[in-house]
């Protein structure tokens, strides 16, 4: 007999196991179609690598994650892919994800599978890269990669592996349910799971109140080592860290995982999940779903493909529209109510309650807190309730944090007893989200700081660059110029020392040179100076000059313009308008010079006239 | 008799050289660079960079809150950090100076790119070089980056950059917390 140990708190709440027990697993059939969510569990979201209107094969993947961590999806059944886009997909917001919409085409055919009957032979990389392949995730809560979780980091060694078929929240019964009917499968997944990780223990862990449940997997593990522990009802101990606590007497330390103290916890389907990846070749394409609830009338287990409508399972149970009040996915302690019955099954999908009115009252209005403490001994994780709510309520965040606010499991364990009524566990989420949502805040800006000090450091850089440049350009200059005076002193000095004589005739040179120049100057002004003073026609002589020049240059444009311009109009272009404006404007230029040397020519003429009579 | 008193001057005396050498070797080996307090008042700001402070980017705003400053000048950190950082110099939180903005909720800003010239003007106004692109090339916001600053959207030439309220999605929405409603006794007089 196993040896028991106890964790504090925990609650006995009405079971309601009974309402879908009572029949067999039922087939839920293809719907006429599929939504398949590209993330289904915590991690990064798959991306899709099929294209609309595509065929595809029942097997066969169509959404992979290439970086980060995930799982692929597969097809549910053969069919065409409709669309890739946003749908309502299961999540507390009800908001819409992206989604993959496969139409079925009746004939539910196979693609290519590897079925595997000697792991044994493999290595056990080879098995886990199988167990990715096939999708598999956590089939119990957040839904963790299997594949990820099954290697613990290497200074972690799973001394104990815990098979979770406690399913300890009120009218879930998928596990009891596979277990009584697929124990084979889950022993299968289970000598998997233990070949690759090498535990020296392995236990089921399963509530008392499973029998059925408890004998078939009796009968299943006969002549192994695999324990079977049967715990007393108690909500939750399902919860890993509690399961851990009875079957180990450890606790998991606070912010650590299970594999800090050597244990490792699997879900019953994830076994199931398992063997029939490694055993047969299948992917995660189906999964056990109770739909329970007043509601329905023909409560019970359904093999549903990953993907089916949640209205579609209804359907088949029987729901009776009017009864239903509230839709809850998920158990009713930590479940959430569905906005739409349009979402559609997962890898996480346990249990859909479809509950009338007098069997899922809305919760009654919130009373002040009368600090009686229940809560606090109500928790399984030894919290103290009442401060959190305090804290989280005040948006105290940060004191709550340190009542380790992120150790709370959401287990509803001290709402439930609340008599005041208060909505504790939504006063904690809402706190975590806060806080999560902070923490993000913190890192962007410190991000940002970093890349604004990179930047400024950057500027100041560019700067000091800039300004070295500068100087080096001015020390060069500098240099230069200093050279350069230095070679022409050099230069004079050694035309002096040369030949003084060459020095002297050049100097006589220079003189006569400057004579000359001079009389030539005073000669002209010399003629016109005396009569005309008014204008010099040394001055005016270049004047025509240039206007002649700059006559001619206009005339010159005028030309090549008319020429383009009956160029364009030849070729009947777009830019006739432009190109006539120009020659218009240098029409005009051509006649400004003509006007300006004209008249420079006639005051030439009149000041020459005037000089004559002197002479 | 006076013997004793020149030893006791004397020994005092080269004590007083021994520890004087020792506290001005440390202070000079253990010298903290800059002032720690800034730094902590720089950790609780935004660093948005946005200058509505009136100081050129967070640090600076920091450390003229270090010497004794204003600390309600910081409209996108808003109340929060106000209380951030009176709970941290332990002094009575004010209300957010209205003349250096209000409070807003988180924006990021978003290029409409058929309209964008390639100017360059937003990429050196942006503080946290969040903007990507070339002369004469279309610019886009690295929108991860982006701290909602508004730096850029005057600058640009053509008006191009719009700032955007972020809509929450499925991977950034939170739980709310819960509406406290009527008690019992008041229920039961609105129903009837």
Known sequence: ?615 | MWTSVLVAVVVLLALAVVFGGLLGFAAERFKVEGNPLVDQIDALLPQTQCGQCGYPGCRPYAESIAEGGPINKCPPGGESTIKALADLLDVEPEPLDAEHGVEQVKRVAVIREDECIGCTKCIQACPVDAILGAAKHMHTVIESECTGCDLCVDPCPVDCIDMVTAEPDIRTWTWTPPKSGLIATDRQGASA
Not at chain 1, 19 to 35: E, F, K, M, Q, W
Not at chain 1, 114 to 127: A, G, H, I, T
Not at chain 1, 562 to 578: F, I, R, S, Y
């Open chain 1, 1 to 615: 007999m196993t040896q028991l140990w106890d964790f504090s708190g925990g609650i006995h709440p009405p079971e309601h196991k009974d309402i879908s027990t009572s029949r067999p697993i039922r087939n839920a059939g293809v719907p006429d179609y599929l939504v398949l969510p590209l993330q289904q569990h915590i991690g990064d979201p798959a991306e899709a690598i099929v294209e609309v209107g595509e065929q595809v094969l029942k097997g066969q993947k169509l959404a992979d994650v290439k970086t980060g961590m995930g799982v692929p999806v597969h097809a549910p059944t053969s069919g065409v892919i409709e669309s890739v886009a946003d749908f309502p997909v299961p999540h507390p917001s009800g908001m819409a994800d992206r989604c993959i919409t496969l139409k079925p085409d009746g004939e539910d055919q196979w693609c290519q599978r590897n079925p595997v009957k000697d792991y044994r032979s493999l290595e056990r990389d080879q098995v886990l890269h199988i167990i990715r392949d096939a999708g598999i995730s956590g089939m119990g809560g957040a839904g963790f990669p299997t594949n990820i979780k099954l290697r613990p980091p290497r200074d972690r060694k799973v001394s104990t592996l815990i098979l979770n078929g406690a399913e300890c929240e009120p009218y879930i019964t998928a596990d009891d349910m596979t277990m009584r009917e697929k124990a084979d499968e889950v022993v299968a997944g289970l000598k998997i799971m233990a070949w690759i990780l090498r535990p020296e223990r392995c236990v089921i862990g399963i509530e008392d109140n499973k029998p059925e449940a408890i004998a078939a997997l009796r009968k299943a593990t006969e002549g192994t080592q695999t324990e079977i522990a049967v715990v007393p009802t108690k909500y939750p101990s399902g919860g890993e860290k509690q399961l851990i606590q009875i079957l180990t007497g450890m606790e998991v330390p606070s912010g650590g995982i299970p594999a800090d103290i050597g244990v490792m916890c699997q879900n019953i389907g994830t076994a199931v999940a398992v063997a029939q990846a490694v055993l047969e070749g299948t992917p995660l394409i189906s999964r056990v779903v109770t739909i329970t609830g007043e509601a329905v009338r023909e409560p019970g287990n359904f093999e549903a493909l990953i993907g089916t409508p949640i209205e579609h399972l209804l359907e088949q149970a029987g729901v009776n529209q009017d009864a239903v009040s509230r839709l809850v996915l998920g158990g009713p302690m930590m479940g959430y109510t569905l906005t739409t019955e349009a979402v559609p099954v997962i890898k996480t999908t346990n249990c859909v309650i479809a509950a009338t009115a007098a069997e899922l009252p809305a919760p009654p209005p919130e009373q002040p807190c009368i600090r009686c403490g229940q809560c606090a001994e109500a928790c399984p994780m030894e919290l103290l309730p009442q401060q959190l709510f305090w804290h989280a309520k005040a948006t105290e965040f940060e004191k709550a944090e340190h009542l380790n606010l992120f150790d709370c499991i959401e287990c509803g364990a001290c709402s439930y007893v609340c008599p005041s009524s208060i909505p504790l566990v939504q006063y904690y989420r809402f706190a975590k989200g806060e806080i999560r949502a902070q923490q993000a805040e913190q890192l962007k800006a410190d991000r940002a700081r970093e890349r604004f000090e990179a930047r400024q450091a950057r500027l100041e850089r560019e700067q000091q660059e800039k300004e070295l440049r500068r100087k080096e350009r001015a020390k060069a200059a500098a240099d230069a110029a200093a050279k350069k005076q230095a070679e022409a002193e050099k230069a004079a000095d050694e035309g002096e020392a040369v030949d003084e004589r060459a020095a002297k005739s050049a100097l006589v040179e220079q003189a006569l040179a400057r004579k000359k120049a001079k009389a030539e100057a005073s000669q002209p002004p010399a003629a016109s100076a005396q009569p005309a003073p008014s204008a010099p026609p040394a001055e005016q002589k270049p004047d025509i000059e240039a206007l002649e020049k700059q006559l001619s240059q206009a005339q010159s444009k005028l030309d090549t313009m008319q020429g383009m311009l009956d160029d364009a109009k030849a070729q009947q272009a777009d830019n006739v308008e432009k190109l006539e404006r120009a020659v218009a404007k240098n029409h005009d230029r051509v006649q400004r010079a003509e006007e300006a040397l004209s008249e420079a020519r006639e005051k030439l003429a009149a000041s020459s006239a005037e000089s004559q009579p002197t002479h």
